[in-house]
């Protein structure tokens, strides 16, 4: 800036001087002494001098003027001139060889050409100092055009400064967030893969007791159950305290299980079975006890691994808080005392290491059936646990994949920014340069031309000066022998005005101007004055060069856009044809740059407006219209999307408030074409008078939907889950290298298929078993699936699961259902108030009210209330 300043103000004053040289000329000119006033105070001798040197005129012209002045001078030496111009004195005439008027007339002559000699000098210094005035014109407007792009360089520069900081600062940013990105997906995948081999480590210990577990026709396992009293802070998650078995080797197998959750199901599990179960013989107790004491030795082998899994989750570096001789975690709420009871021979089982020295109780006959099922449960459930962490971590490492990758493509579109802005800056402070090293040489330039301009007037004054020297001197020798020829008249010269110039014929590339003067005095005619000098001229003008525009090609298309994201430019060139000359038109910029996809990388996704809303879902009873959002724009980088079923994608209002009306102990009948695919849950948990209970509303259910083709399919499905280990890892485990029979092994059987002979599966229904069992709810939801292939195309799919319990895995069950929902709606009828409300609340279709049906116990499952209420939401038309 301060340069540019410099060199402005030295241009600036460079510009000046020459304006004020310029009038100083000027004003001394307009004060500049009249010829007239010249000729009179001329000497005679001066005159003289002036002819002999500067006169040039043929030699007889000079030798007559010079006999005349010759004879001036002899006859002022006898100061006679007086007497020369009185009438008929014969004294001091002139001698017939010296003609006066003759010398008159060759002054005059001489007097005019030394005239026109001064105009055509006028002329010329005129010429030239157009010229000289016309390109300081043009190094003025150039140094102005040069001055504009300096300065314009100089926001550029800015500009680009402030773009590079900006960038730089973002660059360093995007790098601080890759390496915190970089440590804490890391850490996380370390935690995941830990807690996952935690997790998987404790399937296999489960199968373990599954396997020990299973009922067999010798000896239970599971014979004998023992519950001794625990004070431990997490009592509460532990239930009602502490319960292991008889079976040394089942006991020590539960004993190695590490997860706290696997522990406190296993633990809630036993408490209901233990409720159900009778008291033991002394003898069983005796034993118990021993078998009890190993248990307490093998729970003691190894703290630091039950300190490990019970603490990694929640402490870093769980080996400070771990104590081994307690076996607790200091600070740690989830980690547990090992077991140290003891058994003495009475019949009760003693605890030592309690102050209280507290009774352990045991039961004889534990629901063999029971334990497996919930031993299979628990197995299930910790195989999701694994399942969901290896989601996780999947999912983690993807989106660490996806974050890693947003913030480097951030990172390069910044680096690049930043580089582009250093090669814009480097780019203007060249231009700035090379802006004022031209304004350098243009002041020189102009310093040249003033000077040339200078010396021209001055040349130009000198010139006109000898000019009008010479015309003073031929005046005053021509007045001087007029007035020795005794003519009292006064000589009058022919005058003219100034030159009056017209307008040139072009206005640049050299042209020429008329210059016109009038007389404004005719010359006298004795004694005879010089004539007129020429009323006209033609003279060159606008010499200087033709400007010269600048011609640019068409803009090119625009380029890429330099990120994808976050803020980018894109930019057009376009290609100069001619660079402008002469102080033509600028070419302007040869790129044009624009800013293009300035939304954040992380953006949530856009939605649309509400559609219109749907027909009512129910004729009476309150159903519900609904109306959609769809995904107009989706979500970038890290940007969120609401789930399509959420409140910000699917409206509901509504509609058809009025009650059905039925006569009493009646049902409603379904009037709708539809298919309809029920799913009945026979596991063990539902028990005999459950069972029945579920046939009769099955068939009670079944009796509101008349079949036909143009009424209602119908097929059931009566399913539980698998009874022993190798059973359940073909269901859950099958990879396709072995035959699963799903009726066999899985405990999945059709009671029917889709039929329209509704009664035959009603007689069907009436005669089926209770196949206990498992809840294995994802391979129903997956068996009915498959079924969908033989439903009608013109008529909607509803699939009914009727269950009382947690499924087995209720990760599989909520991907079943996430799948069968994209092609089926799928209603819930939960009995008893443990079913999993929470979870089936994701499972079931939209709207839920209309899809889960809560029923307090079998027996109010069975009544035409409770059926009327499915029949009104599961079919749109009821009569």
Same mark, same amino acid.
């Given at each position: 800036?301060?340069?540019?300043?410099?060199?402005?103000?030295?241009?600036?004053?460079?510009?000046?001087? /020459?304006?004020?040289?310029?009038?100083?000329?000027?004003?001394?000119?307009?004060?500049?002494?009249?010829?007239?006033?010249? *000729?009179?105070?001329?000497?005679?001798?001066?005159?003289?001098?002036?002819?002999?040197?500067?006169?040039?005129?043929?030699?007889?012209?000079?030798?007559?003027?010079?006999?005349?002045?010759?004879?001036?001078?002899?006859?002022?030496?006898?100061?006679?001139?007086?007497?020369?111009?009185?009438?008929?004195?014969?004294?001091?005439?002139?001698?017939?060889?010296?003609? @006066?008027?003759?010398?008159?007339?060759?002054?005059?002559?001489?007097?005019?050409?030394?005239?026109?000699?001064?105009?055509?000098?006028?002329?010329?210094?005129?010429?030239?100092?157009?010229?000289?005035?016309? %390109?300081?014109?043009?190094?003025?407007?150039?140094? %102005?055009?040069?001055?504009?792009?300096?300065?314009?360089?100089?926001?550029?520069?800015?500009?680009?400064?402030?773009?590079?900081?900006?960038?730089?600062?973002?660059?360093?940013?995007?790098?601080?967030?890759?390496?915190?990105?970089?440590?804490?997906?890391?850490?996380?995948?370390?935690?995941?893969?830990?807690?996952?081999?935690?997790?998987?480590?404790?399937?296999?210990?489960?199968?373990?007791?599954?396997?020990?577990?299973?009922?067999? $026709?010798?000896? $239970?396992?599971?014979?004998?159950?023992?519950?001794?009293?625990?004070?431990?802070?997490?009592?509460?998650?532990?239930?009602? /305290?502490?319960?292991?078995?008889?079976?040394?080797?089942?006991?020590?197998?539960?004993?190695?299980?590490?997860?706290?959750?696997?522990?406190?199901?296993?633990?809630?599990?036993?408490?209901?079975?233990?409720?159900?179960?009778?008291?033991?013989?002394?003898?069983?107790?005796?034993?118990?006890?021993?078998?009890?004491?190993? *248990?307490?030795?093998?729970?003691?082998?190894? &703290?630091?691994?039950?300190?490990?899994?019970?603490?990694?989750?929640?402490?870093?570096?769980?080996?400070?808080?771990?104590?081994?001789?307690?076996?607790?975690?200091?600070?740690?709420?989830?980690?547990?005392?090992?077991?140290?009871?003891?058994?003495?021979?009475?019949?009760?089982?003693?605890?030592?290491?309690?102050?209280?020295?507290?009774?352990?109780?045991?039961?004889?006959?534990?629901?063999?059936?029971?334990?497996?099922?919930?031993?299979?449960?628990?197995?299930? /459930?910790?195989?999701?646990?694994?399942?969901?962490?290896?989601?996780?971590?999947?999912?983690?490492?993807?989106?660490?994949?996806?974050?890693?990758?947003?913030?480097?493509?951030?990172? #390069?579109?910044?680096?690049?920014?930043?580089?582009?802005?250093?090669?814009?800056?480097?780019?203007?402070?060249?231009?700035?340069? =090379?802006?004022?090293?031209?304004?350098?040489?243009?002041?020189?330039?102009?310093?040249?031309?003033?000077?040339?301009?200078?010396?021209?007037?001055?040349?130009?004054?000198?010139?006109?000066?000898?000019?009008?020297?010479?015309?003073?001197?031929?005046?005053?020798?021509?007045?001087?022998? *007029?007035?020795?020829?005794?003519?009292?008249?006064?000589?009058?010269?022919?005058?003219?005005?100034?030159?009056?110039?017209?307008?040139?014929?072009?206005?640049?590339?050299?042209?020429?101007?008329?210059?016109?003067?009038?007389?404004?005095?005719?010359?006298?005619?004795?004694?005879?004055?010089?004539?007129?000098?020429?009323?006209?001229?033609?003279?060159?003008?606008?010499?200087?060069?033709?400007?010269?525009?600048?011609?640019?090609?068409?803009?090119?298309?625009?380029?890429?856009?330099?990120?994808?994201?976050?803020?980018?430019?894109?930019?057009?060139?376009?290609?100069?044809?001619?660079?402008?000359?002469?102080?033509? #038109?600028?070419?302007?910029?040869?790129?044009?740059?624009?800013?293009?996809?300035?939304?954040?990388?992380?953006?949530?996704? =856009?939605?649309?407006?509400?559609?219109?809303?749907?027909?009512?879902?129910?004729?009476?009873?309150?159903?519900?219209?609904?109306?959609?959002?769809?995904?107009?724009?989706?979500?970038?980088?890290?940007?969120?999307?609401?789930?399509?079923?959420?409140?910000?994608?699917?409206?509901?209002?509504?509609?058809?408030?009025?009650?059905?009306?039925?006569?009493?102990?009646?049902?409603?009948?379904?009037?709708?074409?539809?298919?309809?695919?029920?799913?009945?849950?026979?596991?063990?948990?539902?028990?005999? =008078?459950?069972?029945?209970?579920?046939?009769?509303?099955?068939?009670?259910?079944?009796?509101?939907?008349?079949?036909?083709?143009?009424?209602?399919?119908?097929?059931?499905?009566?399913?539980?889950?698998?009874?022993? =280990?190798?059973?359940?890892?073909?269901?859950?485990?099958?990879?396709?290298?072995?035959?699963?029979?799903?009726?066999?092994?899985?405990?999945?059987?059709?009671?029917?298929?889709?039929?329209?002979?509704?009664?035959?599966?009603?007689?069907?229904?009436?005669?089926?078993?209770? &196949?206990?069992?498992?809840?294995?709810?994802?391979?129903?939801?997956?068996?009915? #699936?498959?079924?969908?292939?033989? /439903?009608?195309?013109?008529?909607?799919?509803?699939?009914?699961? *009727?269950?009382?319990?947690?499924?087995?895995?209720?990760?599989?069950?909520?991907?079943?259902?996430?799948?069968?929902?994209?092609?089926?709606?799928?209603?819930?009828?939960?009995?008893?108030?443990?079913?999993? @409300?929470?979870?089936? $609340?994701?499972?079931?279709?939209?709207?839920?009210?209309? $899809?889960?049906?809560?029923?307090?116990?079998?027996?109010?499952?069975?009544?035409?209330?409770?059926?009327?209420?499915?029949?009104?939401?599961?079919?749109?038309?009821?009569?």
């Amino acid at each position: 800036m301060q340069l540019l300043f410099c060199c402005a103000l030295a241009w600036t004053l460079r510009l000046n001087e /020459g304006y004020v040289i310029a009038g100083r000329l000027s004003k001394a000119r307009s004060h500049a002494s009249s010829l007239e006033e010249r *000729v009179a105070n001329m000497t005679l001798d001066e005159a003289t001098r002036i002819f002999a040197e500067k006169v040039s005129a043929p030699a007889e012209v000079k030798e007559s003027v010079q006999q005349q002045l010759s004879l001036i001078k002899e006859t002022q030496q006898r100061g006679q001139s007086g007497f020369l111009r009185k009438e008929g004195s014969s004294e001091g005439q002139p001698s017939e060889g010296r003609d @006066t008027d003759k010398a008159v007339a060759q002054l005059n002559r001489l007097l005019e050409g030394t005239w026109s000699k001064m105009d055509l000098s006028d002329v010329q210094c005129f010429e030239v100092q157009k010229r000289l005035r016309d %390109a300081m014109e043009s190094i003025s407007n150039a140094a %102005a055009e040069t001055k504009s792009q300096s300065a314009e360089s100089v926001g550029k520069i800015s500009a680009a400064e402030a773009q590079r900081d900006a960038a730089h600062k973002q660059v360093e940013r995007l790098g601080k967030s890759l390496r915190e990105t970089e440590e804490s997906c890391n850490m996380d995948k370390q935690v995941l893969e830990k807690q996952r081999n935690l997790a998987q480590n404790d399937v296999l210990r489960m199968r373990k007791a599954v396997e020990i577990a299973e009922c067999k $026709n010798e000896t $239970n396992p599971a014979s004998v159950l023992i519950q001794c009293p625990h004070a431990s802070r997490q009592q509460s998650l532990m239930a009602v /305290g502490r319960f292991t078995f008889g079976n040394e080797a089942l006991g020590a197998a539960l004993a190695e299980i590490r997860s706290l959750e696997v522990r406190a199901a296993i633990q809630e599990s036993l408490s209901e079975v233990f409720a159900e179960s009778s008291p033991a013989g002394s003898t069983m107790l005796i034993d118990a006890g021993r078998r009890l004491q190993a *248990v307490r030795r093998s729970r003691r082998l190894e &703290p630091d691994a039950i300190c490990e899994a019970t603490c990694a989750s929640n402490i870093t570096d769980w080996r400070e808080k771990c104590s081994r001789e307690s076996g607790m975690c200091s600070g740690c709420d989830e980690c547990e005392p090992f077991l140290t009871q003891g058994a003495n021979p009475e019949g009760e089982v003693e605890t030592s290491g309690t102050p209280d020295n507290s009774k352990c109780a045991m039961r004889s006959n534990p629901n063999c059936g029971q334990v497996e099922d919930r031993f299979l449960q628990i197995l299930s /459930g910790v195989e999701d646990t694994v399942n969901m962490l290896s989601m996780k971590l999947t999912e983690n490492v993807q989106k660490c994949k996806d974050r890693r990758a947003n913030l480097q493509q951030q990172h #390069e579109t910044q680096t690049k920014q930043m580089q582009e802005s250093i090669s814009m800056l480097a780019s203007a402070s060249e231009r700035w340069q =090379e802006a004022c090293q031209q304004m350098a040489q243009q002041e020189q330039q102009l310093a040249g031309q003033q000077k040339a301009l200078l010396d021209s007037r001055q040349e130009c004054a000198a010139t006109r000066g000898d000019f009008l020297n010479e015309i003073c001197g031929l005046s005053k020798i021509r007045n001087e022998l *007029v007035a020795m020829n005794n003519d009292s008249s006064v000589t009058q010269d022919c005058g003219v005005s100034e030159w009056t110039e017209l307008e040139c014929s072009v206005s640049c590339g050299g042209g020429t101007a008329r210059r016109t003067r009038e007389v404004t005095m005719m010359p006298s005619i004795k004694p005879k004055g010089a004539g007129c000098p020429p009323l006209e001229m033609e003279t060159r003008c606008n010499t200087q060069e033709c400007p010269i525009d600048c011609e640019v090609e068409e803009w090119q298309g625009w380029s890429d856009c330099t990120a994808d994201c976050g803020g980018g430019v894109m930019f057009r060139d376009r290609t100069i044809k001619q660079e402008p000359l002469h102080g033509g #038109e600028q070419c302007g910029e040869s790129r044009e740059v624009k800013s293009c996809n300035t939304a954040a990388c992380d953006a949530p996704c =856009e939605l649309s407006d509400w559609g219109p809303w749907s027909q009512c879902s129910k004729m009476c009873g309150g159903g519900s219209e609904r109306r959609l959002r769809t995904v107009k724009e989706p979500a970038r980088g890290a940007g969120t999307c609401a789930e399509p079923y959420s409140p910000e994608r699917q409206g509901y209002r509504p509609c058809n408030l009025d009650p059905c009306v039925t006569q009493a102990n009646q049902t409603l009948e379904c009037r709708s074409k539809l298919d309809l695919i029920l799913l009945l849950d026979g596991s063990g948990s539902v028990g005999m =008078e459950g069972w029945e209970a579920m046939k009769s509303a099955a068939k009670m259910m079944l009796g509101a939907f008349p079949g036909g083709h143009n009424a209602t399919k119908v097929g059931v499905l009566l399913y539980s889950g698998p009874r022993t =280990e190798k059973a359940y890892m073909k269901c859950a485990h099958s990879d396709g290298s072995e035959n699963v029979d799903m009726e066999q092994d899985c405990n999945m059987r059709w009671l029917s298929h889709l039929t329209e002979d509704v009664q035959s599966v009603q007689s069907t229904i009436s005669s089926a078993e209770w &196949p206990k069992g498992g809840t294995m709810t994802s391979a129903a939801l997956m068996t009915a #699936e498959a079924e969908l292939i033989h /439903g009608r195309e013109d008529a909607p799919t509803t699939v009914v699961v *009727v269950t009382d319990n947690r499924p087995l895995s209720p990760l599989r069950t909520s991907a079943a259902a996430k799948k069968l929902k994209e092609k089926a709606r799928l209603m819930w009828v939960l009995v008893t108030r443990s079913a999993p @409300t929470d979870k089936v $609340n994701q499972w079931a279709s939209r709207p839920v009210r209309e $899809n889960i049906i809560k029923v307090d116990d079998f027996e109010s499952l069975a009544k035409p209330r409770t059926i009327n209420t499915l029949v009104a939401d599961l079919c749109p038309k009821v009569a």
